[in-house]
């Protein structure tokens, strides 16, 4: 990749035998993770279930992991994050588990070594936080949801 970031995972016990997180092409952004379930568990239309990956990370202060949806699991199946993106933190040791849901019409089944989300690495900045009165008007003011129609 060219760059000198250092990401440092750690397998737990029980995934020795799954990959690495990967890159599975040279201009993919993110890296796929996978199931680390020892059954296949299946996720019914509208139910939620945490599935773990087996990995823990430890990422450089001043970075997060972001983990996002699959698109095809998405598209194909209605499988996705419940809360996308989900965020790692640079000081967060515990594995990375992720909360499926099933927005599809039909049952899902979630296989050991399954490719089901992907990580994204981002650096990040800390700003410093001031508490002001007022803030400086622009043309679109405090319009929101819509303001710009269709």
Known sequence: ????????????????????????????????????????????????????TGIQIQLPSGYEAQIRPRSGLALNYGITLLNTPGTIDSDYRGEIKLILINFGSKDFTVKRGQRIAQMIINKIELPQIIEVIELNETDRGPSGFGHTGL
């Not at 250092?6 to 199931?35: E, H, N, R, V, W």
């Open 1 to 52: 990749m060219g760059n000198n970031l250092l990401l440092k995972i750690k397998k737990t016990k029980d995934a020795i035998d799954l990959p690495l997180p990967q890159y599975m092409s040279t201009g993919a952004a993110g890296m796929d993770l996978f199931a680390n379930v020892h059954e296949s568990i299946n996720i019914k239309p509208s139910e939620i279930k945490l599935i773990p």
